[in-house]
């Protein structure tokens, strides 16, 4: 399947290195795990049987023990001890011995383990009090014992030995893992990367294009019918402005003068004096321009209790303005209706030639042209963010993908004893 599975299992195998590819790690893992656990069984068969021929002759001393104890008469105190340490020593003894022993090596191992462990713990717990009542028997039985010891004692090396290099391949399992999970994401940071600049083209050439269409509306819009409307448009602009500054000005004047005409008011009859004053007043205190409906019916009212505080000399004009507005010639509600009026019919008019602009076929194709432009622009911006994070991001990764690698590289030639050399990806 993979190349370097032919060249672990050639006749050269010992003095060719191996080169692999990143793919190819969990694979070569499972074949290295395989080795070990087909060399353990091999380093440790003998022994394996030896446990097992020692564990069934085990099992028939133990045994043998009872005939023993019916063929043969002891002393009163023997007797004693035979009878109520015996069922005890061959219980414990063939608990351990009974069951089979796994076939796979590493669980016979920690089996043979346990029942070595059982049987050493039944020699020094009850098998003391028979060594006096049987002592060939029991002698014959700790030799068999202790046969059994030297047998796993003679495996505790190889599978330490394997464990370790098991540890190993299970952190090399891990490193390959999230070298996978980092090449994978160097992979898909490039797909990113192109597919940004593509779309990044994309909205550049579409700008472009907007550019164009709104020059060539520029151009259009300079002719002299549209310079004109535009030039009307300005006009009304400024007569709306110039309205609207008046007004804000001549109800500024008034709304002093009412403030004035409602502490009068108040310090002459009382704090409930003030009631036709006080909405008004309430309604200039806003920071927009009050609406005509708003503002007159109110106005109308209070103006005339302003005239005569100014008749009686409770209020005094101050300046050239208050004068000019509260004079006996001026019909203050007329002027300010007027006012109203024009920066109405001004704003009317406004608004009519700035929907005859707008429906102008350039103006509006120019207008359209601006709002994509806008909408071209954020996201263009948005897409070139975007393409610097990920810039940064592939180059992380390009930078940790070499370290994973090269300690890859280094575990694995320590578990095969010889350099390996591992390959990564096109464009790693």
Do not use: W
């Amino acid at each position: 399947m993979f190349k370097f599975l032919k060249d672990r299992f050639s006749k050269e195998r010992e003095e060719k290195p191996i080169t692999i590819q990143i793919g190819e790690v969990p694979t070569l893992l499972d074949v290295l795990d395989a080795e070990i656990t087909a060399d353990i069984a091999a380093r440790t068969e003998g022994h394996r049987n030896a446990v097992t021929a020692a564990r069934t002759e085990l099992r028939e001393l133990v045994r043998d023990l009872r005939s023993k104890e019916r063929e043969e008469a002891y002393h009163p105190k023997l007797e004693k001890i035979a009878r109520n340490t015996l069922p005890l020593f061959e219980k414990s003894m063939l608990s351990s011995l009974v069951k089979d022993l796994p076939l796979e090596p590493e669980e016979f191992y920690t089996a043979a383990s346990e029942c070595l462990k059982g049987c050493v713990k039944g020699l020094a717990g009850p098998g003391r009090y028979l060594r006096s009542v049987f002592p060939d028997e029991m002698k014959e039985i700790r030799v068999t014992v202790d046969r059994i010891g030297r047998e796993v004692n003679a495996m505790t090396p190889h599978f330490a030995g394997a464990r370790r290099k098991r540890d190993q391949i299970a952190g090399l399992r891990k490193t390959a893992a999230s070298l996978s999970g980092t090449v994978a994401d160097h992979e898909k940071m490039v797909a990113d990367l192109a597919r940004t600049r593509d779309e990044i083209a994309l909205e550049e050439h579409a700008i472009e294009d907007l550019s164009k269409v709104l020059a060539q509306a520029g151009d259009a819009a300079a002719s002299a019918e549209i310079a004109g409307l535009k030039t009307v448009i300005s006009g009304l602009h400024e007569e709306v402005s110039a309205a609207d500054r008046a007004l804000r000005s001549d109800l500024s004047v008034i709304s002093h003068l009412l403030r004035k005409g409602e502490k009068v008011l108040q310090r002459r009859e009382g704090a409930s004096a003030a009631r036709e004053i006080e909405p008004v007043v309430d309604v200039l205190a806003g920071s927009g321009l009050p609406a005509e409906e708003q503002m007159v019916p109110g106005l109308a009212r209070a103006l005339p209790l302003i005239r005569s505080m100014i008749g009686s000399g409770e209020i005094v004009l101050k300046n050239k303005e208050e004068r000019e507005l509260f004079s006996e010639d001026t019909d203050i509600m007329a002027r300010i209706r007027a006012l109203y009026a024009q920066r109405r019919d001004a704003e009317s008019r406004l608004k009519a030639s700035e929907r005859a602009y707008a429906v102008i076929p350039v103006i509006e194709q120019a207008r359209k042209a601006e709002r994509e432009m806008q909408k071209r622009e954020a996201r263009l911006a948005s897409l070139r963010e975007r393409m610097t994070t990920i810039g940064e991001r592939k180059q992380a990764l390009e930078a940790e993908i070499p370290a994973l690698m090269a300690g890859i590289e280094q575990e694995i030639s320590t578990l095969e004893g010889k350099p390996v050399t591992l390959i990564g990806n096109e464009g790693i």
